[in-house]
């Protein structure tokens, strides 16, 4: 999807200060011989809708202002980090123990405490916060504080994935200043100015060792190419980008380009209301169409992999049954169309009383790959008898027509299957901005959530997840077409850089997670 939705105005600093946080005009780089200053300044395609963590910002981690209790290592185990050790869960599930780190204090000097961790989780869960991440954290009952350095959880029910949720950054109690957040994370915060960039600073008594690299920028540029060109300019030191931009940067001197595994896949999703997208054999037919390897092989230059569902068959979660055919099955198509009703009609289009097999999938704009997927897709579409209409919008367009038209989506995650999933498909989340902005409905899947929500027997939710994914195949609810790889691009050679495998929102937990730990190589 995205990493979020433009901000409002926040109040800003002085001018002296953005001067000071701007990225350098030199050529020479961090990390670079003759380099300007020690700032390292990443590119983004979208910018921030907040910096909360009870608002969901950097919810799975990866924040450089805040810590959890919990951070992932590079193969995706959990290791302390606001907590001193792991925690311990009781016989029965529902009581989880933190014991929290000594000598840990946020960025303005205040210590953690228990307390703190209390408010963070108890303001996500209250109901007047409005957190879009409350649901995650449905499982519990209440959060406690017997001691300074001590958290229990309470559930309602075990819940399996409840020690995954705890790379969630912990705010002081009472919360913080929207304008300048603090946490105990490696950076402190110094300036947003909204549309542009975040300037932070290194947190030089953070608790895990001050960062080497002392200034951060975070510019955002939506426009795949002009990021591209930034970094070729000498203004961005590491960005994102789509494969075939990436290309240029190849074997060029002093930069690197790192190609990340991920669980992110890039799939159509449909309104199910609209008599078009709402029909079965449309949905089906439009899948069976899509010349998936092609379009891994040309428009991602090879960095991935087709898609048939939303759980990566690289990771045990996936039913090995959720499958097809990398190429277009048009004879299928035209087959399932057939058998529904929908005819040839005028220029090749179907048609099914009175209705055409027209329909429009959005895109957001700036973001090349999504629109040469969905010009492929429509293209391929075409050859079966759909019509599709490709429509390149902003996020404050696209999202309140989510529930009439059709739209190239990105999600995934490597970490538990109860993440994303039950956002995305469970009918209590239905049209809940991004989360089920198709209005899907479907009991059975409802039952196969809750029960891998619930359990903690793995072998049950195993059963579960894999009933899941074979009812969404069969309902054909979104189209997938392909897992990404993600291509960063970094100027300057570092020591440290560490490589994992990414979920969907990667700008806070990708290839930077640990840039607090990179170093300038001698």
């Known amino acids: 999807m995205r990493l979020a939705r433009p901000v409002a105005a926040l109040t800003t600093l002085s001018v002296a200060l953005l001067t000071a946080c701007s990225a350098p005009s030199g050529p020479a780089r961090p990390g670079e011989p003759g380099k300007a200053d020690d700032t390292f300044v990443i590119g983004l395609s979208s910018e921030f809708e907040n910096l909360s ?30 907590a001193a050790e792991a925690p311990v869960t009781s016989a029965d599930g529902k009581k989880v123990t933190f014991k929290l780190r000594d000598g840990v204090t946020f960025h303005d000097g205040r210590p953690l405490t228990s307390k703190d961790v209390v408010y963070t989780y108890t303001t996500v869960l209250d109901p007047k916060t409005s957190s879009p991440i409350s649901g995650d954290y449905a499982a519990i009952d209440k959060v406690s504080a017997p001691d300074a350095r001590t958290v229990e959880f309470t559930l309602t029910y075990p819940y399996a994935p409840l020690t995954q949720r705890t790379t969630l950054g912990i705010v002081p109690d009472g919360g913080i200043d929207p304008a300048k957040p ?86 159509i999703m449909f309104p199910s209301k609209p008599k078009v997208t709402g029909d079965l054999a449309i949905r089906k037919a439009f899948s069976l169409a899509m010349d998936r ?102 996020w404050d367009a696209i999202e309140p027509r989510m529930a009439q038209d059709a739209l190239m989506m990105g999600y995934g995650s490597p970490y538990d299957l109860d993440y994303i999933n039950y956002d995305l498909f469970h009918s209590a989340q239905a049209g809940k901005g991004f989360f089920n902005p198709g209005h899907y409905r479907n009991p059975k899947v409802d039952a196969a959530l809750a029960k891998g929500r619930e359990s903690g027997d793995p072998a049950v939710r195993k059963q579960a997840y894999d009933e899941f994914q074979q009812l969404i195949h069969d309902d054909a609810v979104w189209t997938y077409l392909a897992f990404l790889k993600h291509v960063y691009v970094v100027r300057g050679a570092y020591q ?24 300038p190589a001698s």
């Open 182 to 267: 603090v946490g105990t994370g490696p950076y402190t915060f110094i300036q947003w100015t909204p549309g542009d960039k975040i300037a932070l600073a290194a947190n030089e008594k953070y608790w895990g060792g001050a960062p080497a690299i002392k200034k951060v920028v975070v510019a955002f540029a939506p426009d795949d190419n002009v990021r591209s060109t930034r970094l070729a300019a000498g203004e961005f030191d590491a960005t994102v980008l789509p494969p075939k931009a990436a290309r240029r940067f190849e074997g060029q001197q002093g930069v690197t380009v790192y190609k990340q595994d991920s669980a992110d896949y890039r799939g």
């Open 53 to 82: 963590p009870v608002l969901g910002y950097a919810a799975d981690g990866g924040s450089l202002i805040f810590d959890g209790l919990m951070s992932r290592a590079p193969d995706l185990s959990l290791k302390p980090s606001l």
């Open 293 to 394: 390897q092609a379009m891994v092989d040309t428009i991602l230059a090879g960095a991935g992999k087709p898609a048939f569902g939303p759980i990566s068959p690289d990771i045990s979660w996936h039913n090995k049954a959720i499958t097809g055919n990398p190429a277009a099955d048009l004879p299928q198509a035209q087959q399932v169309l057939d058998a529904a009703g929908w005819k040839q009609g005028a220029g090749g289009i179907r048609e099914k009383d009175g209705v055409k097999a027209s329909f429009t999938i959005m895109y957001p704009a700036g973001d090349s790959l999504r629109k040469e997927l969905t010009l492929a897709a429509a293209s391929d579409a075409k050859k079966a008898g759909i019509e599709v209409k490709a429509a390149g919008l902003d």
């Open 496 to 519: 440290g850089v560490q490589q994992s495998v990414d979920a969907h929102e990667h700008a806070t937990g990708g290839l930077f997670r640990d840039i607090h730990t990179w170093k």
